[in-house]
């Protein structure tokens, strides 16, 4: 359709703004209805209020505008008819269609240059001698042309001799007299038959499949017959318990070419793979008792402090035989052993990274603590997963509550992938990497999505499995695998999952030129793992660094238009179709910098200065400004950038390339990117999240992620069968939505969830004028009660509700949220609050009060609940969730009723240092206080902002060795990634102080060293710093404060100022670079010496305490806040180091702890941009 005012699927909400920015009454536009595939809706401004109609096809596709109950419809033949009938004046419009708004032009797709030495360019094919354009039945019909059949019939005989003619000059001595004639007569008859199916665009050629199934039978039975002979021999020399994984190649059928290739395949892949097994015997022994396949006793060395004095013990992790084993030696004997029952809770110290408390149970049911601390960080994260794992593999419970995912994304540059890619998998690298001792556990799921993949899918397959049995010895199960293109996607499973997952589905949208080419665009999969969605996205966006506008609309149209998961969900777009969802892929968002900036940037590559580079990242800045990527998470980058590298080494980045129009410039950036989204309140943890240094095939380098998530089961009922005939319900009460839209339409609510049989719809709602434009719908008694489909409580507060908030007139969506039933106190009103966004935009919040009634009984713990982390005296105030950057200004209470012995666990209440890049969400619950109602369950998920832009993260975890270009040690101030700064992060500035100032530091008092966290690698200074012993870690926090009384403050716009003051000095990136606070250690003694210097000028000097410093230094000894809390208050407190607004504005906690009924979150109060208003009517 070529008239001007016709957008197509452009959504509603721009529609609104296209209106409004012509201003005039009249002003029109039709556009696709977002509700019925064949519908459209004509889009009319007047008195700067949208008014939509719905335009829909009868049976005899006649058009008609939907109009109210008694006036006549009038049938149109097209659109263009139906416009020029209402251009006239009262035709029963609110106003007569009187500007055209015309379509935007779409920024230009891909230049062809960019990716040229990239994508694989066809083959020029030489000239031929028949007509192949024209298929036949097209020439038949076009009488007109009859010497084009007989040229096409002389072709077909020129076609047979010619070939028969090539069939003579070959030497067929050695070619049997049956197979001669087998071949003599397909060139000579049946290939007619097959250039006829070619011409009708078939791909299948059946008289070429009979010839080589003819030629191949033998081959194919000889095979069939030697391929048992080498599995029979192979098994012998097996070092794995898998008995039935090679059962498949015993299967026959008939002797098809692809059947052939597979045998021919086996039979290589069998010879090749023997030799080495029988070698592995040999030196290994027979007799092995814990195979390849099975994951080995690991032994750590740890400290163990008894009475203040440490010493060396030994923890051996033996998995398979499901026990821990204490001795005093490596290779002496047993002291102690605990089988996993007796494993009760590990638990995290969030203030010593490398320090953990494991509670035992032992005789006559009494617990014990023993505390150790490990080597490093990522020596204790190795231990609890290989105990986790030891859990989970020994747990009474027939279904699993959590499993491992492994993501990965590689741009393969049109390049075949070297032999050994095996580090990909292990998650070796640089960044958050996996410690050694996890390598023998093998992830449930693995999604590795390629673009630019030069490969087919039997060859690419084979490679990721032959790469995954060599580093686990067990052979996956081939979930799905979808291409578009050379995008490709591959999703493999654990044999024992096969039976676990189910609803598969795959569908792709392309992006490219005119969005009708498939050399850009996403493939996706989506199943359900027994009761939880799962969702998995590989794109490809435009590339060009001038380009982020196109690739945010990309992103629009992968969301909008990729059809994955349960069709029921109509209403909702994939990023809330599912329980967990990640988006993968090469997005090709660039480091935003001219061209004269390269040498710099490479500069601060070799320094691992990436925080500075990230503050140019288009992804962050676009997330920021909300255009992409709403909601969703993404772990912090420790790594270098990823693109673009000469090929064959990873020490250059090639960055220029001459073009005929010039020269072009692709500056290194983190275009190869891992994000997620997950419903509120569900476990979610990213274990690791960095790239490979050692494959060098292609400009890109692999990307690694690997997540612990939370999976619930097809449930059975494990509460007394007495307790399940009380009937559950779900109550909402006193709800309301605002909407970013003045329309006078009524609203309902749609609620869908897989615990209610069917979607249930609510009666309309009252429309409100609210605030700034906004449109305020109220159902004060208008929602039904929702009857779950099973009651028990171990089901149901694993369950969510999805609500869609509709147009009566036109159905149309006008936002979507998702409410989590984990609810703490049952049959109590609990308030609840939840944004709404529809296509990827953010369009409102729903908030009110949600009533759950359950049958008795209760939750079982979960594995995930094995791990926890202990809150410490330094961070026992709670953080507070922040809306969309901006302060709840209503409730800003602080909360520091905990105590330090509070546990809670990690994956729901984030304690690590706030991450340059968005982290997990926070979903806490805040204590109400005395004088102010209980707050709200805040089920936003928002986007986090880069503290690495404001200095304040870690070192890169790049090793010197791994690190490309061989960087130098950093110079940049740098922070150890404890786990207890997250706390403190939120707290609010206190009263009066500057918002950017930092804690002076004590005269006479020694600079805090920073200490290296093996986690994240190399941390370095200018000068040598001295090896840091485990039992000074305590030493690290002595500036770290206490907590404060409960107090109450307001971000005061006066604030502002003094905070953009305060860091004037900084560098001005897109976005406010804070500086730096205290805790950010530097290694530099010139740059610490310097900036003490300015930051205690002009300000009192604040001395500590030796009895706080004493206090602090031993954390054996009972905490300040244990005392009690009248002589807490009493004891002098140093002051908490100040935030700006914009590091408060862009932190949220990482973790969701919904088991400590001491927090909620909070309600935030929703904020809209201008734009236009819309109304909904009938004529």
């Not at 106003?95 to 360019?121: I, N, S």
């Not at 397909?186 to 299948?204: A, C, F, K, P």
């Amino acid at each position: 359709m070529d008239q001007c005012w016709y957008h197509g699927n452009i959504t509603r909400s721009r529609a609104e703004d296209l209106l409004s920015k012509v201003g005039k009454d009249g002003s029109f536009l039709v556009r696709a209805s977002e509700s019925i595939a064949s519908a459209y809706a004509l889009c009319v401004l007047y008195r700067n209020c949208v008014y939509t109609y719905r335009i829909l096809p009868d049976k005899e596709k006649k058009l008609i505008v939907q109009a109210s109950e008694g006036v006549p419809v009038k049938y149109f033949d097209n659109l263009e008819e139906l416009i020029e009938f209402y251009k006239k004046e009262n035709m029963g419009l609110v106003w007569h269609l009187k500007y055209p708004v015309p379509r935007e032009e779409e920024e230009a797709a891909d230049d062809p240059e960019e990716d040229a030495d990239q994508v694989p360019t066809p083959p020029i094919l030489p000239p031929r001698n028949i007509l192949m354009a024209m298929p036949g039945s097209e020439t038949k019909d076009v009488p007109s042309l009859p010497e084009n059949s007989r040229v096409a019939d002389v072709n077909k005989l020129s076609l047979s001799e010619t070939l028969l003619q090539r069939l003579q000059y070959q030497d067929t001595s050695s070619v049997s007299d049956e197979h001669l004639k087998l071949i003599q007569d397909y060139l000579r008859v049946h290939i007619i038959s097959d250039l006829e199916m070619v011409q009708t665009s078939s791909s299948n050629l059946p008289q070429l499949k009979k010839l080589l199934t003819l030629l191949c039978k033998g081959l194919f039975s000889e095979a069939s017959r030697t391929l048992p002979s080498l599995e029979s021999i192979q098994k012998v020399f097996e070092q794995q318990l898998h008995p039935g994984i090679h059962q498949r190649s015993q299967m026959l059928g008939e002797a098809s070419p692809v059947n052939i290739v597979l045998k021919l395949n086996q039979l290589i892949s069998l010879l090749s793979s023997i030799e080495e097994k029988v070698k592995t015997l040999l030196i290994e022994g027979p007799d092995s008792t814990h195979r390849r396949s099975l994951i080995p006793p690991v032994t750590f060395e740890v400290k163990a402090d008894s009475l203040g004095i440490f010493s060396k013990i030994h923890l051996k992790v033996d998995v398979e035989m499901g026990k821990l084993v204490i001795k005093r030696a490596k290779d002496g004997p047993e002291d102690k052993f605990y089988t996993h029952k007796k494993i009760l809770q590990l638990i995290k110290s969030q203030k010593v990274p490398n320090k953990l408390v494991i509670v035992l149970e032992t005789e006559k049911e009494k617990t014990q603590r023993k505390e150790y601390v490990f080597s490093d960080s990522k020596k204790r994260e190795g231990f609890c997963q290989l105990l986790q794992q030891m859990k989970n593999k020994h747990s009474e419970q027939p279904e699993p509550d959590m499993i491992t995912v492994f993501i990965g994304t590689w741009n393969m540059g049109a390049a075949p992938p070297p032999k050994k890619i095996t580090s990909w998998f292990l998650s070796k690298g640089q960044g958050k990497t996996r410690d050694d001792t996890a390598d023998y556990i093998p992830h449930d799921i693995y999604v590795i999505g390629t673009q630019e993949d030069p490969q087919g899918e039997k060859e690419w397959l084979e490679t990721l499995r032959q790469s995954l049995q060599e580093i686990t010895s067990i052979s996956f199960k081939v979930i799905a695998i979808h291409t578009l293109w050379n995008i490709r996607i591959v999703v493999l499973a654990k044999p024992e999952h096969e039976n676990r997952i189910s609803h598969i589905c795959t569908d792709n949208v392309k992006t490219g030129i005119a969005n009708t080419l498939g050399n850009k665009g996403a493939v996706g999969v989506s199943f359900m793992f027994n009761g939880t969605s799962f969702g998995f996205v590989n794109s490809h966006l435009t590339s060009g660094s001038e380009k982020k506008h196109r690739r945010n609309q990309n992103y629009t149209s992968i969301l909008r238009f990729l059809t994955l998961g349960d069709k029921k969900l109509s209403p909702f777009n994939i990023t809330h179709r599912f329980t967990h969802l990640f988006w993968l892929g090469d997005l090709n968002y660039r480091v935003e910098q001219p061209p004269t900036e390269a040498e710099n940037i490479i500069q601060k590559i070799r320094q691992q200065q990436y925080p500075e580079l990230l503050a140019f990242d288009q992804l962050l800045i676009e997330r920021k400004d909300h255009k992409v990527f709403l909601q969703f998470e993404e772990e912090e980058i420790t790594f270098a950038p990823t693109y673009r590298f000469e090929r064959g080494t990873r020490e250059k980045y090639a960055y220029t390339k001459q073009k005929a129009t010039g020269m072009k410039y692709n500056l290194p950036s983190w275009c190869d990117r891992v994000l997620w989204k997950s419903y509120p309140m569900v476990h979610v943890v990213c274990q690791s999240y960095g790239c490979t240094t050692d494959i060098t095939t292609s400009d890109h380098s692999p990307v690694f992620a690997t997540f612990e998530v939370g999976v619930t089961s097809q449930f059975v009922s494990k509460n007394d069968s007495k307790y399940m005939n009380t009937q559950g319900e779900i109550e909402f009460l006193h709800c309301s939505a605002t909407l970013k839209t003045k329309s006078q339409t009524k609203f309902y609510i749609e609620f869908h969830s897989s615990c209610l049989e069917s979607f249930v719809k609510s009666q309309e709602g009252e429309n409100e004028d609210g605030s700034e434009g906004e449109l305020v719908v109220k159902f004060t008694d208008a929602l039904p009660k929702l009857t779950p489909i099973i009651s028990d409580p171990e089901y149901l507060l694993d369950q969510h509700i999805l609500i869609s908030i509709k147009s009566s007139d036109s159905d149309e969506s006008y936002g979507e949220g998702c409410i989590a039933l984990r609810i703490e106190a049952t049959e109590s009103l609990v308030p609840i609050h939840t944004v709404l966004t529809h296509h990827g935009e953010k369009t409102g919040v729903f908030q009110g009060e949600i009533k759950l009634q359950t049958s008795q009984g209760k939750q079982r713990e979960k594995l995930y609940d094995f791990v926890k982390i202990e809150r410490d005296e330094t961070s026992g105030q709670k953080p507070k969730s922040t809306n969309n950057f901006e302060l709840n200004k209503d409730s800003d209470q602080i909360n520091s009723s905990c105590t330090p012995t509070d546990i809670s666990n990690p994956n729901y209440l984030g304690m690590a240092a706030f991450p340059q890049q968005p982290f997990a969400t926070s979903q806490l619950k805040q204590a109400p206080s005395p004088d102010q109602p209980s707050s709200l369950w805040n089920y936003e998920q928002q986007p986090k902002d880069n503290t690495s832009v404001m200095g304040q993260r870690e070192s890169s975890s790049t090793s010197p060795s791994l690190s490309p270009l061989s960087p130098k040690p950093s110079l940049q101030p740098s922070v150890n990634r404890s786990i207890c700064s997250r706390s403190q992060d939120h707290l609010p500035p206190e009263p009066g102080k500057s918002t950017a100032e930092p804690l002076p530091q004590e005269e006479g008092q020694q600079k805090p060293e920073m200490f290296e966290n093996p986690l994240y690698g190399y941390t370095g200074c200018k000068g040598k710093m001295a090896p840091k012993k485990e039992q000074d870690y305590p030493k690290a926090s002595r500036k770290e404060q206490l907590p404060l009384p409960e107090q109450s403050f307001h971000l005061t716009k006066s604030q502002e100022p003094e905070s953009s003051k305060s860091s004037g000095k900084q560098p001005s990136p897109p976005f406010l670079v804070p500086t730096q606070r205290f805790r950010s250690y530097t290694c530099s003694s010139q740059s610490e010496e310097k900036n003490t210097g300015e930051k205690t000028q002009g300000k009192p000097k604040v001395a500590v305490s030796s009895e706080n410093s004493a206090l602090l230094k031993k954390s054996v000894k009972p905490l300040r806040s244990e005392v009690s809390p009248g002589v807490q208050g009493q004891l002098s407190r140093p002051p908490l180091p100040s935030k700006s607004r914009a590091v408060l504005d862009m932190q949220s906690s990482k973790g969701r702890d919904y088991r400590d009924s001491s927090e909620l979150p909070h309600a935030g109060k929703h904020r809209i941009e201008e734009g236009p208003l819309s109304r909904t009517t009938t004529p």
